[in-house]
């Protein structure tokens, strides 16, 4: 069964906005949102563990805001004033043990939703 499931993505004009949620099927203490453009390595946009301070790349800091809802076992990703760079497929990632300071690494995430398109066109 799929321990991670993403949704609300899809095709936006520069400038404007979407949220990303991502249902997790268990409590989950570290959860991340990555993206993969084509011919790009899959990189980390901004990642929170339940009780701290959330992690963002260089990249989406002051436009993108992370929150993760421990009650219902949910991630957003709240992405405004997106830009044409910011398409993507974005994933999910959670995992129960994790360091701060790697939130943004892949090899921290154990589990993987099947990840969800963003299409920012100008």
């Known amino acids: 069964a799929q321990v991670l499931v993403e949704s609300g993505g899809g095709s936006v004009q520069a400038g404007e906005s979407l949220r990303l949620s991502c249902a997790a099927s268990?409590?989950?203490?570290?959860m991340g949102w990555f993206r993969q453009a084509p011919g790009k390595e899959r990189e980390g946009v901004a990642g929170?563990?339940?009780?701290?301070?959330?992690r963002y790349a260089d990249s989406v800091k002051g436009r993108f805001t992370v929150s993760k809802d421990n009650a219902k076992n949910t991630l957003y990703l709240e992405m405004n004033s997106l830009k044409p760079e910011d398409t993507a497929m974005y994933y999910c990632?959670?995992?129960?043990?994790?360091?701060?300071?790697?939130?943004?690494?892949?090899?921290?995430?154990?589990?993987w939703g099947p990840g969800t398109q963003v299409t920012v066109s100008s």
């Open positions: 990632a959670a995992s129960n043990a994790c360091r701060r300071y790697l939130l943004l690494g892949r090899t921290e995430y154990v589990y």
């Open positions: 929170v563990r339940s009780d701290g301070s959330p």
């Open positions: 268990v409590y989950i203490y570290c």
